[in-house]
């Protein structure tokens, strides 16, 4: 079974602080996606990696994955009361079309 | 990207009873899948939806239970059988390619 474990498990922030959410496993994956979820609604996806050491940007975000595809991190830099929800991610198995493993999600805060 | 639909978007049922949950995308995806939530928390793959055959299951999950079709590459259908309380939960349906899934606004069930 492959698991994702996702740290911090809780975040609460004031407005304009950077923060950085890790996704640490044992597997390695062939991709690592990033969703947010807003309450009531399904997880949005962010970004996709795939590539070991990648790095991708998406405004104030900054995603990047580990060197031997095992690990993540989200940056998010000068955080607003928007980015608040649920972030999670999400391993893809080896070999494409694989179905995802979720990781334990980390619920962020962001006070005004 | 893929947009999803699920029908119904709520339900409050009587244990013992079943519920179908339909899940639509607006386009063709090699990949379906239904998962479980718990509010506030991350993700449990219920299934992998495969086009013209049997689904599937992830452990814990059994066909007699959780009984899923998908008899082509834009819809499937999740039934929750013989419900308990137990079975409470949110039921989301995602759909994608590989690298990227999208997901279903969710089913928020409710069995008394």
């Known amino acids: 079974t492959q698991l994702l474990e996702q740290s911090p498990q809780f975040l609460s922030i004031q407005e304009g602080e950077n923060l950085t959410v890790y996704c640490n496993s044992s597997?390695?994956?062939?991709?690592l996606q990033w969703y947010r979820q807003e309450p009531g609604e399904g997880p949005v996806l962010l970004v996709t990696?795939?590539?070991?050491?990648e790095v991708k940007k998406l405004k104030r975000l900054t995603f990047q994955f580990g060197d031997a595809r095992k690990d993540s991190s989200l940056h998010i830099t000068a955080a607003q009361p928007g980015d608040t929800g649920l972030y999670l991610c999400a391993g893809e198995g080896s070999g494409g079309y694989q179905k995802v493993t979720f990781g334990t999600g980390t619920k962020l805060q962001v006070i005004p | 990207s893929a947009v999803i639909s699920q029908k119904p978007s709520r339900d409050i049922c009587q244990r013992g009873t079943s519920l179908t949950i339909q899940c639509q995308v607006d386009?063709?995806?090699?990949?379906m899948f239904w998962y479980r939530q718990q509010p506030g928390q991350s993700l449990t793959l219920i299934a992998t939806a495969n086009q013209g055959s049997e689904a599937t299951y992830e452990s814990g999950f059994v066909i007699d239970k959780f009984p899923i079709s998908r008899p082509n590459l834009t819809f499937s259908t999740l039934t929750v059988s013989n419900m308990s309380p137990e079975d409470s939960s949110i039921y989301l349906c995602s759909g994608g390619w590989e690298y990227e899934q999208y997901f279903g606004p969710g089913t928020r069930l409710t069995v008394t």
């Open positions: 990696v795939v590539t070991g050491g």
């Open positions: 597997s390695v994956f062939s991709s």
């Open positions: 386009s063709q995806v090699t990949m």
